[in-house]
Each structure stands twice: as C-alpha cells, then as structure tokens.
C-alpha cells in the first residue's frame, strides 16, 4: 500500500490498495470497521459517553468530528432492463485521531477518512471491490469539490472524486470510479427517516454508554450506472437502504463482532436486527427494528425489538478460500415481526480490508423470506469478528 498522503485540507486520498485492485470471487464491502492504526498511536483522553438528545436535521445528517467513530453507509440492490441483477455498497467511515486533537496545526491529522465500495455480480457470481484511505485535519474545506472532508452543515463526504452527498429533496448521491469498479448512483426517498432505538438513540449493549446514535433512511429508489471490467451497466430500477451512525464507544468488551441486517420489504415494510456475539456465538445484546408501510412517513413510528425478543440462529455456512474464516450465510431470525430467513444471494462477499481498515469482515446482497417461506424483501447482511476480533 503507498504511504498516507500528507494530512491537510486538500490532500488527495492514498491511492491504497486501490491501485493494484484485484477481483475476488465474491466479497461484498462495506462497513464495519476498526481503524486500530489511528486508535493505537496515542492514549484515548478522557471523554463522556454519548447520552440521548433531541437529533436536528439536516444538521445530523453532517459530520460528528468529536465522537470516535461515524460512517454513512448505502447499499442496495438493482436492475438493467435485460434484468441483469446486481448489489452495491459504498460506505465512507471517519475515524477521530485522539492524540492530535489538542494540536493547532492545518497540517495535524485530527480525522481519517476511508471509504469502502463494491459491487456484487449476481449472473456472474462475482464481486468487485475497491477501497481508500486518507488522512484530514477535520476542518471544512476552502471550496467544496475536491480534497478530503466531511461538512457538518448535512452530509457531504469526500475523498478525492469519490463521494456521497444528501441533495435538497432528501434523497443522495454517490460517484465512485477507479479502475476496479464505477459506481454512480442516484438514491430518491419514497420514505421518511427512520430513527432507531429511543428518538435515534441506539443501544448497542448492557450498559448504557455503549450505545450510538443511529438514522436509517430505508426504500429509497434507486437510478444510474454501475460498473467493472469495462462494461457499464444502467439501472432501471432497484432500492437502496441508507444508514448513519456514529459513536464514542460501541462494543461491550466481550463482544467480537456483530451481525446486522437492513431489508427493504417488497411491500413498503422495512427490519433491522442486530445482534453483539462474544467469541463462542452466545449474544451479548440484540436489537433492531419494523417499520411498517403504513407508517413509511413517521420517523418515530417504529416497533423496537428488544434484546430479548431477537434471536439469530445460524442455518448453513460458508469457509472463505481466502482467509479460511466460516461465516453464516444463511439465517433463521426470530423478531416480533416475524420469523425471517435470511439467504445469501451468493456465498463468497468477504471483504480483507487488512491493508486500509484492518478488519476482515462479510457483507453481501440477500434474500428475506417470511415464516411461510415466501421471498419478501431483499438488502444486506453484516457479518464481522469472524476472521478476526472486531476493535473499533
């Protein structure tokens, strides 16, 4: 990997792992995340944990540069008009540098910026990737357009030309080019917001102080193109799920990675669950949400699921030739909602960000089906700590 770019304002992504891309035969990217790199370079100071408070948009939707960790996070699934399938991912995380924020210096590395993105090829069974790295002094830029920056004012997140911006009408946009992949889509909200947990305020274990705040903007239509190997694909129809989350501390120390999955009913509904695993599988906490089609314009109007009343039992497995770490790629999930299945669409969607995030981690295009075995949603599955201890 080529060595970080000089941190600054308008410095240019690290070209990373990017340059020397190469193909691997099913890996879905995306967002999980450690950074240990930046957390292992000074002590952490002392800082509080996040307590619940009223969340003010579009302000919310921009950067936290004074919590550890945030990521804005799209994935979703789409067409051509032959009915050629595919899944995307682009997600861009920031890291807080907890040793250099006391520095003045523009030239201090306060911030780093990474973005993950990919694209499964369902009728080719394969999935292409790319990803960058970059450091930043955590101030907004002189002109917006180039550089590296997260803004405050709502979301708009940049490294280089990659990028994912909230436009005026609610919905965003996203550009991600290089020579493994093109992504370029447009993402239109049929719905309002979602807000997870308690008003935003998301639980992520027994104590209070692991927890985050988490906004979920769900079926979002989705128009543009995608693609690799020197084809370009149009999509002309497909939905996206968007999530933003940020945190100070998110794991219980016995956890070692989470599974997650966000699904986008084909009847307007929408789920979200979750669950911490400690190393033996057992749960740590659990949680998520339904949001039925009727209530699709109340941010608020949500069935939380609490700790106990989610349960994920894994149906079959999958070993990556890779890193010989066996993931779930098949899932009962027990919820108020329902009794779901979640089904890969394709089994090989490990990502092996080691060379820029760290982690190794799955997250893949997949199926829902209800308790009577019916196909009634489709979105994306999380899967991590399963090669390596999640450290965020």
């Keep these: 990997m080529h060595p970080p ?3 600054g304002n308008d410095a240019q992504p690290t070209a990373s792992v990017s340059a020397r891309r190469r193909l691997v035969l099913g890996s879905a990217a995306a967002c999980a995340l450690p950074w240990r790199w930046a957390q292992a370079q000074q002590p952490e100071p002392a800082r509080g944990p996040l307590t619940p408070r009223a969340l003010a948009f579009p302000r919310d939707h921009g950067t936290h540069n004074d919590t550890r960790t945030e990521w804005w996070y799209l994935t979703g699934y789409a067409q051509d008009a032959q009915g050629r399938s595919f899944g995307f991912q682009v997600t861009f995380f920031r890291s807080r540098v907890d040793g250099t924020q006391g520095l003045t210096s523009r030239l201090a590395a306060k911030q780093l910026v990474f973005a993950h993105a990919a694209i499964t090829d369902v009728t080719g069974q394969r999935l292409w990737h790319s990803d960058r790295i970059a450091r930043w002094n955590g101030e907004p830029p002189a002109t917006t357009g180039r550089g590296v920056y997260a803004l405050e004012t709502d979301t708009h997140v940049a490294l280089g030309d990659w990028f994912i911006q909230r436009r005026s009408d609610g919905g965003y946009t996203t550009r991600v080019s290089d020579e493994a992949l093109r992504i370029a889509i447009d993402a239109t909200p049929t719905q309002a917001i979602l807000l997870q947990g308690e008003q935003g305020f998301s639980r992520k274990g027994p104590d209070p102080a692991q927890s985050s705040f988490y906004v979920s903007q769900p079926q979002l239509d989705v128009r543009g193109t995608l693609g690799f190997q020197g084809q370009t694909f149009a999509v002309t129809k497909g939905k996206a799920w968007l999530d933003h989350e940020w945190s100070e501390a998110l794991l219980h120390p ?13 009847d307007g509904h929408c789920v979200t669950a979750f669950q911490l695993r400690r190393k033996d599988g057992s749960k740590v906490w659990a949680g998520g ?3 039925a089609a009727g209530s699709a314009q109340n941010p608020t109007d949500i069935y939380r699921f609490r700790p106990g009343e989610v349960e994920w039992v894994a149906q079959r497995h999958w070993t990556s030739p890779r890193t010989r770490a066996r993931y779930p790629v098949e899932w009962m999930i027990r919820t108020p909602a329902d009794f779901y299945t979640v089904k890969a669409v394709i089994n090989p969607q490990e990502l092996d960000s080691r060379a820029s995030t760290g982690t190794v981690y799955w997250e893949g295009l997949s199926d829902l089906f209800d308790s009577n075995g019916k196909h009634v949603g489709r979105g994306y599955l999380e899967m991590t700590g399963y090669a390596q201890r999640l450290v965020l």
Aim: no cysteine; glycine share 10%.
């Design 254 to 266: 016995e956890a070692v990675g989470w599974d997650w999955i966000g699904m986008n009913l084909f």
């Design 5 to 7: 770019t000089p941190p």
């Design 289 to 291: 949400s339904f949001r």
